[in-house]
């Protein structure tokens, strides 16, 4: 599975829009970009995920550039309760590959302030 | 409401006693999935099973034992083999087997080992 890149950490006011990035530039044909998120002490979250389109669900948009080397996840109104560590994870589609195991890398981790 | 829970929340045992985990769900999903969190650190998975009544050993199963005798559950037992078991332990599942079949986490346990 490709290799993903995020900031450490990012900060966002409440009620504003929070912009996440994640560079994959090595991803390949078939693999999906999903995002999790962990909020302290809890189990991850999971937010969404595409494979090219551009996708929106009730929690968020994902903006996937046209190159598919990166990928934004969009908050529209954070809240405090937005506050988490966020993971981008690149997976591939074939079927009996990684066999499920989700190898989070560092993620960002997202202060909203209000 | 259709979800995982794991139980307990917190748990601390003294060195040399085993210790079982408790994960269940009742989303009909196939795949189950136990994941060892370090502090500030991602997933390492332990055991992953795509069906009742079979399971695989992940990247760290040394220590650990699964059953899978139903659908809904799958405990894990903390042996006194595992030389460091003190870590939150998440417990996840899958519609299906699929890499990119989206997992869902139950809220972890937190065990001490005193």
């Known amino acids: 599975d490709a290799k993903t890149t995020q900031p450490t950490s990012m900060d966002c006011a409440e009620g504003r829009a929070a912009n996440l990035p994640c560079n994959h530039s090595t991803i390949s044909g078939n693999e999906y970009v999903y995002w999790y998120r962990q909020i302290h002490s809890q189990g991850p979250q999971y937010i969404i995920h595409?494979?090219?389109n551009n996708e929106t669900n009730e929690m968020a948009s994902l903006i996937i550039t046209e190159d598919r080397k990166s990928s934004t996840l969009i908050l529209p109104h954070a809240t405090l309760r937005d506050t988490a560590v966020y993971y981008c994870i690149v997976l591939s589609g074939n079927y009996g590959g990684s066999q499920g195991n989700l190898i989070f890398g560092k993620g960002t981790k997202l202060s909203v302030k209000p | 409401d259709g979800g995982i829970t794991q139980s307990p929340k917190y748990l601390f045992r003294k060195e040399g006693q085993n210790v079982t985990l408790s994960c269940e769900q009742n989303?009909?999903?196939?795949?189950m999935y136990w994941y060892r969190q370090d502090p500030g650190q991602g997933l390492r998975l332990i055991y992953y099973s795509q069906i009742v009544n079979d399971f695989q050993k992940g990247d760290i199963a040394e220590g650990y034992s699964v059953s899978r005798e139903k659908k809904e559950s799958f405990p894990l037992t903390v042996t006194s083999a595992q030389k460091n078991p003190t870590a939150f332990y998440l417990c996840?599942?899958?519609?299906?087997?699929?890499?990119?079949?989206?997992?869902?986490f139950g809220p972890g346990t937190r065990l001490t080992v005193l």
């Open positions: 595409g494979l090219k």
């Open positions: 989303l009909n999903h196939d795949a």
């Open positions: 996840a599942s899958s519609i299906g087997p699929r890499s990119t079949d989206t997992q869902y």
